[in-house]
């Protein structure tokens, strides 16, 4: 909020409605500003529904990925993303994202289209689970966990979340000592990131909401995976006229300013904040300042 300043009369896109936290937080900063809400989610409809019956006339949802946000009319003074998984598709079971409870092994976030966590795992080629469990999962034992993905296809194993986190830890099992996280824990995040594409979803995200900012406009992105940050670090850095990275030789005379950084180190939740909700632990917010049209 302190970097997306919210003003009454400018407008703001949420690419990211999930719960309704960070909109129900700009409209009390601003309640007559006029704000989008976006989610892939269908059932983040029903809570944008809830939230703008206080707003009536300035508030409009769009049940949409958001790498096709070029489809929201209009531009703004900030878009905020904070991407992800939400707390309450971790806490409804038949969402099929946690192994706390047993389910069907889904994991879409948008229920209308696409393939469940079950029919990626069972149809999918070796290369891509292995994309899934190295390199978006980042688990060590990738190697154990595809082969045992593999070995399970036809069993049934793969159909529940709970079958499957069985299998996953048979296959890579807690090291002895002090209990860490669940041992399926990395798996489940790898193959949730394919089965949404999450990471093309970004990469086509970030020109487009740029592309919407008013000259001034701040575009705010909160993410959770060192993947999607790397992703968002580059971006920012282009778009301010910085080298994306060390070996990025361009001089400064190819390179074009267009924004300004606000965030020189993304921003981390701090030790309180991580006690207060353990969620936000591996959150990373970065974000930049438009300022040519
Ligand atoms: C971390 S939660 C957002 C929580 C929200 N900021 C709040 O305050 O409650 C992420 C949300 O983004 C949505 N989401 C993730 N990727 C998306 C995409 N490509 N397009 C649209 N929504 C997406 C998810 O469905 C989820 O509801």
């Known amino acids: 909020m302190t970097l997306l300043a919210p003003q009454d009369g400018r407008a703001y896109l949420d690419c990211t409605f999930g719960g309704g936290g960070h909109a129900a937080a700009l409209l009390a900063r601003a309640p007559h500003c006029t704000l989008d809400a976006m989610d892939r989610d269908p059932a983040a409809a029903e809570r944008f529904a809830a939230l703008a019956g206080t707003q009536v006339g300035r508030c409009h949802f769009h049940s949409e990925n958001f790498r096709h946000l070029d489809r929201v009319p209009g531009r703004f003074d900030g878009v905020l993303m904070d991407i992800g998984v939400s707390s ?46 190295r390199d978006y999962g980042e688990e060590p034992r990738w190697y154990r966990v595809v082969n045992a993905i593999i070995a399970a296809r036809g069993t049934g194993r793969l159909a529940r979340t709970s079958s499957f986190a069985e299998l996953v830890a048979e296959a890579a099992p807690p090291a002895p000592g002090p209990r860490g996280p669940h041992p399926a824990t990395r798996t489940f995040q790898g193959i949730r990131i394919a089965v949404n594409d999450e990471l093309g979803a970004l990469a086509d995200a970030l020109p487009l909401a740029f592309g919407k900012l008013n000259a001034g406009g701040v575009l705010a992105v909160i993410s959770f995976h060192s993947l999607e940050d790397r992703m968002v670090k580059r971006y920012m850095n282009e778009v301010a006229g910085r080298p994306v990275d060390r070996d990025d030789a361009r001089n400064q005379d190819d390179r074009v ?37």
């Open 88 to 133: 309450y598709q971790l806490d409804v079971p038949e969402r099929g994202f946690s192994f706390r409870f047993d389910a069907p092994n889904d994991m879409r976030m948008d229920t209308r289209t696409g393939r469940s966590a079950a029919e990626f795992l069972e149809r999918s080629e070796r290369s891509e689970i292995e994309r899934a469990v």
């Open 257 to 293: 300013k267009r924004a300004e950084l606000l965030t020189r180190k993304a921003v981390q939740p701090s030790v309180a904040e991580q006690e207060r909700n353990p969620r936000s632990r591996s959150a990373r917010l970065r974000a930049v300042r438009r300022i040519d049209v």
